[in-house]
Structures are given as C-alpha cells and as structure tokens.
C-alpha cells in the first residue's frame, strides 16, 4: 500500500548522520517498517499500490540504513518545544484588526500582539487557532487582508519555525477549519455532539460560534482531540462546523462554562479575564485590544451571549472565494481558449483488444495538453505570471486509458463516464472490476486519467513535503491544480476529439454518444470529484462515492492515515502541533478540494460554468472516509437523502423518492457507526465498507438513471443494506 512505503520513505529521508546511534536506530527503524509493511492493506485490483518488500521501500543510496536509522534524532531536534508564554518572542507581529464593524467605537487597527504569540491563550503559541491577530491589512486582496503569522508564531520543524511566507498570499483563514484552543483540564461535559448538533443553535450550548455580522449561529458540535500522541497537557478543544462556512466573513468563537473533571469551572486567562471584566492590566495585547473586545462582547450579546461567564472568545476570518478558486478558474479557461471545442490532440500508444469479459478494446493513450508547472512530472510547482496568475509553460503530454465495452456499438453508442480514482491510485483502477463491469452493464464508454499531485507517481513527492517545512504542500497543492486541468481536457477530448476516433468506429458509426458525458469516482476520486463538478463545463451530472470535506476533518478519522501521522510525528512532536499542522495545511488544500469548491456546484456558480447536480453514495462505518464529510458536502449542495433512510442526518431534509436534484444515500453494512471521536474506526480489514457500495447491483442501478436522467430513484427494498 504506498501509505506504507511513505511511511518508510519518509523516515529516510529524516536523518542526519550521526554514527554513535545507527544500530539501534537502525532497528527501531526496520521494525516500523516490517510493522508497516505487514499491516497495511493488500493491493486492490488497480486501486492502491502494492505492497513494498522493506528492503525495497527503505530504497537504495542515501535513502540506506546509515540516513534512515537517525530518524531518532529527528524526534529529539524536535523536542526542544518549551511551554510558550502570552507575549512570544522577540520578533513583532504587523497584524492588524478585522475588517470594519459597525461598533459605535471605531476599531483600532493593530498590531495586537506585543510579540508573535497571543497571550490570550498562554499556553502555547498559535492558540487559538485561527484568530484575525494574525491577519495584515492588504488592499490588494478580496478582503483587504492577508494572512500574516509571526515569525515564531508557527510549529517548528527540526528545532526552527515553519517559515510564515508560504501563508501570506491568503487573504484569510480556511471556512472549513475547525477552530480550537486549549484549556488545560477541560472537559466536553454537556456539550453540543455528532447526535444532537441542533443543541449547538440553543442559548445553553457552552460553545457558540457566531456570524459576527448577522449575529446567526453556526451549527457545530466540540470534541476534544484524542487522536494520538496526545498527553493531559497537549489536548485541544475543537469546534467542528458542520456547514461550509461563508467566505470572507468574520466569525466570532466563544467558550462559557467549561469545567474540569471535577466540575469546576475551568478559570480564564489572566488577558482574556481583564478583557472581559474591564480591569487594569499592563498587557500590551490588553490594552491594544479594549475596543476590539467591546465590539465581540456587543455582537455576543446581541447573539444572546452574555459576557459574565465567558472562559474565552476570539474571532476569526474565513478566505474569499477568488482565494479559493481564481487560480483554477483561470487556468480552466486558458486551457479551454488554447484546445478548443475539440479538445487536446492526442496519440495513441497501445491497444488491447478483449482484456476481460466487460471490455472489447482497451485504449491507452497521451493527450497534450497546456503546462502550468514548470516541469510535467512529479515534483513540479506551479508557474506564475506577473499578474498573479498560473501561467502557461509550453505544453505537455499525459497518458489516458479508455474502455470500450461490449455492449456499446454503432446502433446503440455508449454514453462517456469520467472514473475517478481512490488515494495515490492511477487511471488503471476498475479496469478488471467493478469499472469493466459497470461500463458494459450501463453500456458506458469509461475513460480515467492520472490524477496528478496526487496519483501513484506521486508518493515520492508526498514523502518530500511531509518530511520537510509543511510550507512544502504548497506545491504538492499546485501539482493538483494541473491534475484538474488534465481531468477536465481529456472530457473535452474525448467528447471533441476522441469519438470520431477510427478505433470506436462500428460499421461507419461511433460506439460513443458525445452528447451523454458523465463523472463517477470513488474516495479521492469522489472528494476531488466535487471540484471537478463545480469546475467542469461538459459535465453537469456526477456520482461520488465516499466522498467528504475538509481534509482537516477528514484525515485524523481515517485508517489511511495512520502511516502519514507517523511519519508527521517524527517531526512535529506532540498533539497541538500536528493539529496546528493540518490546519495549515488545510489553508493550502481549499484551492483544489471540495472546501473551495462545493457551495459552487448548483447555485452562485463560478464564472462561465454550468449547474450541476451529484449523487452522494456513502457507506455507515467507513474506515477511510468519515460520513460526517460527505454530510457537509450534502449540505453545501442542498442535497436530500433519499427516505426511508438509515438514519437521520442533521441539515439534510428526507425525501420519498425518486426526486430530482441533488440527492444522498447512506448505505448500512449493520456495522458500529464511527466513534464519536477524531479517530478511525477499528475492526477486521474485511469489514470495512468503503469501496463496497460501487459493486452492489442497487447502487449501479441508481447510479445508471442518476446519470442518464437525473432522477434519484430508489432501488434498495426498504433503507438500503448489502442484502
């Protein structure tokens, strides 16, 4: 599995030679590995990477035992975190305030902070997290603001901080993070669950999370993280939002009643307690933040909020849409200006005729088409004009795979379907299973190509940017934005170009019908596919299968995750960091997943792009893709599950079907829903249900209408089971 061999990689790539350890790091190093190797997943068919023998994955070189074994020594550079106290360091922060209010008392701008840390939450620095003391005015943004960490303000990586510029080009912080801070002791006693969200909405809910110019409420439910590597004195309390926020908006969090195990209640900071009682303080951040805090305690009350109990409150401002997805938008439609109606040219390479029992003709094929990187393979980064914009670098060639099934002739011609496929996969999944078997029993003529930054050839570049700076998945990110580009061009292919082909001529006719054009994919391929939906102008109807956002939510929940935390906590050594490190991430991540994308899908689309409507297929207990994210997908999109349902979903309305417009269906494998905490779920490999809703005959059936009609109709005798 190339989780496995990351994981292994990674550790290789960590050290620095220092001889006295190799031995014993060496053994500590292999035995990772071999647990590694032996636990991980076997391969499924054209799914994920193969195992790797150990000796293989430790790699060859550098990559040899005399680098890997100092892994070790990662761990202890890394360890030098000391308790970080309210003021920072000695750098100064340039943050300003948030955007205007409406306050009586004009806001005064900042900075805030005396240093890079916020002393509001002293207990270590970047808390809480995301707050506007870390935004800068810029007129030159859609919000006039842009992300401005301090110096020291970011978790440190081998002993110095992450490197702040990879952040400062966004104008705020992403609308699906989930916003925490820590409070030592502190319990969830009686707070807003996964089971009864609504309760977040009432004037009891202990935490609160307001528009701060509307005032409205935002659903969410509190959790500590429990994930690992965490200790009494590394836990954070998290809000999770269970709708994609608004963009360019200013948020207002706040905590009240909070209590300890023994129930008592947990005692503010010495700055948030002078803030909010008004009293004396010498505090830099204190006084520089008076009128600040009168306007959060007004908009509080004006919520319903009082101020008297108060433990804590910040606020915080999500990025603009144009953050989002201006890069993605522009480079669609410079790719789309240079290929045509027709699509990329292409050639093709190889051709195999009868593969398997579904498949007449297997194609395999290169399309060119525009580079925004400055190289095509892995490892290239993203390539920028002088207006800020990706700009085109020459042109590039990436194979395609098409499946001609027996079914699709010149008489009957096959519709298209774009496959999607799962985590560092590669366009070969299905193509002697459930894909064969769907393209002829749909009579569908299915294509795949390489979802590139994060596809099979890409796992060496993927070790690189989580073993060094996480400013690196910047470019891992930027990688991405070419593999949406190259997905959306071969649908323009294939429907331009590709069906007049001579090799899908029978008796003088096409096998493909370039009218009838479709997305489907499955994990990654379902969670990049709501991107894809929102982006795409050939296809305005798509299936995805587990799909979920935000990844911030997404990866402490999967079983996939386990090697890439590992290979995480060799640099970042403790639990406040690793979240701190998602987040980040995450702000990156909104400019090709779903987070950046899924509000765009039907309604206030984005320039030049079509409606379009999904089906969400999801199975109860997934292992690698938490339901809760297909849910916020659901709900950005105003889907309806289709009733009788399994269970309930908060935000969701039920509907009897079939129905059209957007639509969910949760399947249940009568196995234990997913813990209630941010780990994944435990049990046999062979349980888990991910990957099994695509093969059941009822979830084809559905997904074939879906596609040819837009009709969300039911096929499962009942709620919808494996029986």
Known sequence: MAVAAIAVAAIAVAAMAVVAMAVAALVVAMTVAAALHFFSPPRREGERLARMPVLTALRTSARTASLLCLAALSIAACTDLEPLSGSGDTTTSTTTSSNPTSSTDAIETGPWLEGDCDPIAPTRCGLPFPSNVWLAD???TATGKHV??????????KGKPINPSAWADSDGFSPGQAPFTQMLGATIAGFPTQDNIEFSLSDNSPTVMIDAETGERVPHFAELDVSAKVTDKTQLLMLRPVIRLKDATRYIVALRRVKDADGNDIAPSDVFKALRDDTPSEDYSVRR????YKDIFERLEKAGVARDDLQLAWDYSTSSRENNTQWMVHMRDAALAVVGDEGPEYAIDTVEDNPNEHIKKRIYGHMTVPLYLDKPGPGGTLVFGDDGMPKQNGMADYTFVVHVPNSATGDNPAALVQNGHGLLGSKDEGRNGFLAAMADKDRMVAFSVDFIGM??????TVVDAISNDVGAWKAVVGRQHQGMINSLLAMRMMKGRFWKDPLVQD??????????????GDSQGGIFGTSYMALSTDVTRGLLGEPGMPYNLLLNRSSDFTPFFFVLAL??????????VLGLVQMHWDRVEPMGYAPYIHTNMLPNTPSHEILIHAAIGDYQVTPLGAHMIARAVGAQNL????????GIPEKDGPFTGSGIVEFDFNLPESP????????????????????LDSAVYQTDVWLREGIVKPFCDQTCNPE
Not at 571 to 580: S, W
Not at 643 to 650: A, G, H, L, M
Request: glycine share 4%.
């Open 571 to 580: 640099y970042y050594n403790d639990a406040i960091e690793l979240q701190r």
């Open 148 to 157: 401005a960490f301090g110096k020291t303000t970011l978790p440190k990586f």
């Open 676 to 695: 209630k905490t941010n780990v994944p779920p435990s049990g046999p490999e062979d349980d888990d249900p991910h990957d099994k809703v695509r093969v």
């Open 289 to 292: 933040r008076r009128t600040l």
């Open 643 to 650: 009733s009788p349902t399994n269970r309930k979903i908060y």
């Open 455 to 460: 596809a099979e050839e890409d796992y060496d």
């Open 507 to 520: 008796n003088g006719k096409s096998v493909i019908d370039p009218t009838k054009c479709y997305y489907r």
């Open 138 to 140: 810029d007129p030159s």
